[in-house]
Every structure is written in structure tokens, then in C-alpha cells.
T-cell receptor, first 112, second 112 residues
Framework: QQKVQQSPESLIVPEGGMASLNCTSSDRNVDYFWWYRQHSGKSPKMLMSIFSNGEKEEGRFTVHLNKASLHTSLHIRDSQPSDSALYLC????????????FGQGTKLSIKP | EAAVTQSPRSKVAVTGGKVTLSCHQTNNHDYMYWYRQDTGHGLRLIHYSYVADSTEKGDIPDGYKASRPSQENFSLILELASLSQTAVYFCASNSGTNERLFFGHGTKLSVL
């Protein structure tokens, strides 16, 4: 069964520091990923998507995609306490692009 | 932003009882999904639907039924609730393949 694996499970970063989160799919047909952010007690909200090899930057957030290794990473620079949340990576399910498989998430804590 | 409304916000149910979780979206989305989230973890797909009057099984359908009577409404039914079904349930919708998911605020279900 297709899996999406995220690492690390949890991460503590000092305020102003760089946070780096990783995600890999076991399905060789996956060619794009989504990143969602979920603050405690809230619903997930789409943060960024990446459909092409390379890098995509939006403000303090940068996403990388390497289709050959089925790997994506999310980098947050100048981390703020408000970035503390559960970060979920998602990839489309085998041969069914409408369904998303989510990883178990990375819990990010920003220490003031 | 797309609006997805879930009811109830929280529910306490007894083991063996019937539970119905409701979801309503007002954005003309064709695709609707039910996910389950256990504390601090990722999302697992229970059932989904691409069109009214039709539902599909997700990754963990056992113990759950779904109903899509109209484009706007999608329900999740637990005929015989069990302790293991204690979780937060999220409904989501989108307009199709490769499109972002919009989540409801979630329903916290406690089965005692």
C-alpha cells in the first residue's frame, strides 16, 4: 500500500531559526506533493503545493521537489512562534489523482 | 474561501450506538471526503465521493458507511460505534484532481 513518510516526527527550532521538514512517497507514479499546516485544535489548511522539479518560494517558506527520489522538503526561515503547528505532507494516491494520502505529520515547535 | 460546515462540533456516543456526522459545502465542489485523525497524527481517508448518490471506499472504511444525497451534503455513519472510533473526523471538499482540499472545522467524537 502506498505510504507517505515524514521526518522528523517532531522538531524544536529557536525563534528566528530555520526549520527543515522532509517527506517521501513510496509510489513511483507520484509527481507532485501538497503541504498542509494544522494549528492545534484547528483544521488543516493548504500551505504550499509543488508540481515541478526544483524549488518554489513563497515568503519565508520554500518547498523543494525531487521527482526522481520521490522526495519533497519544506523549509521555513526566520521561524516565528506562530509557525508552531503540525505540518502534513500529502501525495496523490496510485492511479487516482483525486485522492490524497497524508503522512503522519511533523510537529514543529518554535521556542521564543 | 470555500466553506465546509460540519455538525455536530463534538459528540459523545455510547458503544454500540449509531452516530451520524454531517457535512455541508456551499462551493459547488464535486468531490467530498471524510478523513479521520487520531491525536497528533496524520489524516486517514475513510470514504469519498465524486458525485451525488455515489460513494467510494477509502483506506479505512471498515465500521463506517457514507451517504451523498446531494452535491452539497455528505454524511458519515457509524452503525455500531466502538471505542476505537474515538477520534476527530474531518470533512473536506475540492473541485477535482490536483486541486487543494478545503476542510471543515472537524467533529470530535468520543465513544464511551
Amino acid at each position: 500500500q502506498q505510504k507517505v513518510q515524514q521526518s522528523p516526527e517532531s522538531l524544536i527550532v529557536p525563534e528566528g531559526g530555520m526549520a527543515s521538514l522532509n517527506c517521501t512517497s513510496s509510489d513511483r507514479n507520484v509527481d507532485y506533493f501538497w503541504w498542509y499546516r494544522q494549528h492545534s485544535g484547528k483544521s488543516p489548511k493548504m500551505l504550499m503545493s509543488i508540481f515541478s522539479n526544483g524549488e518554489k518560494e513563497e515568503g519565508r517558506f520554500t518547498v523543494h521537489l525531487n521527482k526522481a527520489s520521490l522526495h519533497t522538503s519544506l523549509h521555513i526561515r526566520d521561524s516565528q512562534p506562530s509557525d508552531s503547528a503540525l505540518y502534513l505532507c500529502a501525495a496523490p494516491m496510485n492511479y487516482n489523482q483525486g485522492k490524497l494520502i497524508f503522512g503522519q505529520g511533523t510537529k514543529l515547535s518554535i521556542k521564543p | 474561501e470555500a466553506a465546509v460546515t460540519q455538525s455536530p462540533r463534538s459528540k459523545v456516543a455510547v458503544t454500540g450506538g449509531k452516530v451520524t456526522l454531517s457535512c455541508h459545502q456551499t462551493n459547488n465542489h464535486d468531490y467530498m471526503y471524510w478523513y479521520r485523525q487520531d491525536t497528533g497524527h496524520g489524516l486517514r481517508l475513510i470514504h469519498y465521493s465524486y458525485v451525488a448518490d455515489s460513494t467510494e471506499k477509502g483506506d479505512i472504511p471498515d465500521g463506517y458507511k457514507a451517504s451523498r444525497p446531494s452535491q452539497e451534503n455528505f454524511s458519515l455513519i457509524l452503525e455500531l460505534a466502538s471505542l476505537s472510533q474515538t477520534a476527530v473526523y474531518f470533512c473536506a471538499s475540492n473541485s477535482g484532481t490536483n486541486e487543494r482540499l478545503f476542510f471543515g472545522h472537524g467533529t470530535k467524537l468520543s465513544v464511551l
